[in-house]
């Protein structure tokens, strides 16, 4: 599941991002990102312990040893699947790193099995562009009562409850030098 992507930035050289599955060594950087975004309402704190347990779940966009994105796929039962804590640095946003995140993940989805693949969503055209449909939240019982109902925002939180089945990837297109699913 690596994969890189090329980051242009102006006046600089190209450079690769590699995106890859995280090691248990880099939970504390992926809660520094986690944490460093969490101003911005779009994403829950996560516990750094609860990251070390979970970091095989990750997958990280890494750029010259530095984590610039993370996301997690997080079984809820036998055939579905979240999409977690997926935050990408804001100097690497609008390079299509995130987008490479999220194909990756839905990839990894399919490997393990997974019929359907959830995501909770502020900005639900995000992934709409990448396949998910926007579906009522009691259609994921397993999300409400594994996350939701134990959550302050139960009830308040404004996101959109997202779903896509792995198995169903767009037709490939090349974004800046990435193979993409459009």
């Not at 935050?87 to 299509?96: K, M």
């Amino acid at each position: 599941m690596n994969g890189t992507l090329q980051l242009v930035k102006r006046r600089r050289k190209p450079r690769e991002i590699e995106i890859r599955t995280a090691q248990r060594t880099e939970a504390r950087r992926i809660h520094a990102l986690i944490v460093s975004h969490l101003q911005e309402g779009h994403l829950l704190p996560r516990e750094l312990e609860e990251l070390k347990r979970h970091a095989h779940r990750f997958l990280v966009a890494v750029d010259r040893d530095r984590i610039v994105a993370c996301g997690e796929l997080a079984p809820l039962s036998r055939d579905l699947a979240e999409i977690r804590s997926l935050v990408v640095d804001r100097q690497y946003r609008g390079a299509g790193v995130g987008r490479r995140l999220v194909e990756e993940l839905r990839e990894q989805a399919r490997l393990d099995g997974f019929d359907r693949l959830c995501v909770f969503a502020h900005q639900p055209a995000y992934f709409a562009h990448m396949g998910f449909s926007i579906v009522p939240h009691v259609w994921l019982p397993e999300k409400i009562g594994t996350d939701c109902t134990s959550c302050e925002l139960f009830r308040r939180c404004g996101q959109f409850a997202m779903v896509a089945d792995p198995a169903l990837m767009r037709h490939s297109r090349t974004v800046q030098g990435l193979s993409a699913h459009a």
